[in-house]
């Protein structure tokens, strides 16, 4: 009898051990769950101090500046859709003939080549002037000198909207002595491919020298571009310019 209550302690008291050892291990988990909680929480609270620390550093980004930095990228990687035509962006690899672009119809599938900036006419806006140094490498003698690029006339019809039309004077301060200033000017005809974001100027018949001008605004906005001047029939490259609005 005695032998039996004695394994009945035995039974209640192993029992009991065993429930208090899930109960402490059910406690000891939470306290670590929390205790991890608590961690990341404190983490998170310290990254929001990083980043702010970090705003403070500098000024954020302007949206010119963030669309020059992705030109540059764009230019400098292989172009994957070949002459005549240009990429609509995105994802997706997809490319639309030059002549699609800016026509009031959604040839890309994320509509990027009606994009109203895109299709701005922002460069061929009368007035528009553009001022760079040209720097001459072949076709003639000449110092580097300040030329100077307006607009004054353009057109654009709604049967053709891929080109803009345009009138243009270009100067050319040969001399910035004010002693001894001296300048050429003539009147130019052309056209703006808005696929290319191109504008091509090509001298009257009064003009001094037969040489064009043809402009390309790849820094992702519309006042800075590099120009090349090229001998008219041959197209040689005879100077460079990098303009500005101005």
């Not at 490498?137 to 006339?153: G, N, P, R, Y």
């Not at 090509?202 to 090349?228: L, M, N, V």
């Amino acid at each position: 009898m005695w032998s039996r209550g004695v394994i009945l302690l035995l039974t209640l008291a192993a029992a009991a051990l065993a429930f208090d050892r899930d109960a402490a291990k059910e406690k000891l988990t939470d306290f670590r769950i929390r205790s991890q909680n608590l961690h990341v929480d404190e983490l998170e609270g310290e990254l929001e101090k990083l980043e702010h620390s970090f705003d403070k550093l500098s000024a954020p980004l302007e949206k010119s500046e963030v669309d020059r930095l992705r030109a540059r990228v764009l230019r400098i990687q292989p172009d994957p859709c070949g002459t005549y035509k240009v990429s609509c962006g995105g994802d997706n690899p997809e490319c639309v003939h030059n002549l699609l672009v800016c026509d009031g119809v959604n040839d890309c599938s994320n509509a990027h080549d009606e994009d109203p900036f895109v299709c701005s006419l922002d460069v061929v806006r009368v007035g528009s002037t553009f001022t760079g140094v040209t720097h001459w490498s072949s076709c003639k003698e000449a110092h580097d000198h300040t030329t100077v690029i307006t607009i004054t006339a353009s057109y654009r019809s709604k049967y053709f909207g891929p080109r803009a039309w345009v009138r243009a004077t270009v100067t050319n301060e040969l001399s910035e002595d004010p002693r001894d200033y001296k300048q050429s000017s003539y009147n130019a005809k052309g056209y703006f491919v808005f696929a290319s974001r191109k504008l091509v100027l090509i001298p009257d018949g009064d003009a001094p020298d037969r040489f064009s001008t043809s402009c390309a605004f790849h820094f992702g906005d519309y006042d800075h571009a590099d120009c090349r001047v090229l001998q008219e029939g041959s197209g040689n490259e005879c100077a460079k310019l990098r303009v500005n609005r101005s």
